[in-house]
């Protein structure tokens, strides 16, 4: 079992700064891959970012890229998503997932392969 936190969300202007984290714990941090989705209302959740367990291998969906940097921290077991350049379309609840197959080697870009998901923090970017 993994349980996920995620932290960090908030109301932010166009163009402002956050920086999400998601901490886990109850099972080896540095064994699984972990990503960041999104999901705004009435649409699906959909991937952001994610990265392998060391952190050598990571992936972003184009909307994001150059904006969003996704990171991870073994030591604390906590994997972060640094968001600058906000715009009033990132509006969602970010959502962390852990992929514990294949040794954290892959990163995945499909919810339906992440095992584990934390319970998600707001992001409102306002114009």
């Known amino acids: 079992q993994v349980q996920l936190v995620e932290s960090g969300g908030g109301l932010v202007q166009a163009g402002g700064s956050l920086r999400l984290s998601c901490a886990a714990s109850g099972r080896t941090f540095s064994s699984y891959a972990m990503g960041w989705f999104r999901q705004a209302p009435g649409k699906e959740r959909e991937f952001v970012a994610a990265?392998?367990?060391?952190?050598?291998?990571?992936k972003y969906t184009d909307s994001v890229k150059g904006r969003f940097t996704i990171s991870r921290d073994n030591a604390k077991n906590t994997v972060y998503l640094q968001m600058n350049s906000l715009k009033p379309e990132d509006t969602a609840v970010y959502y962390c997932?852990?992929?514990?197959?294949?040794?954290?080697?892959?990163?995945?870009?499909?919810?339906?392969?992440?095992?584990?998901w934390g319970q998600g923090t707001q992001v409102t970017v306002s114009s």
């Open positions: 997932g852990a992929d514990l197959s294949l040794g954290g080697l892959v990163v995945k870009i499909t919810p339906t392969e992440y095992e584990y």
């Open positions: 990265i392998s367990w060391s952190g050598g291998r990571t």
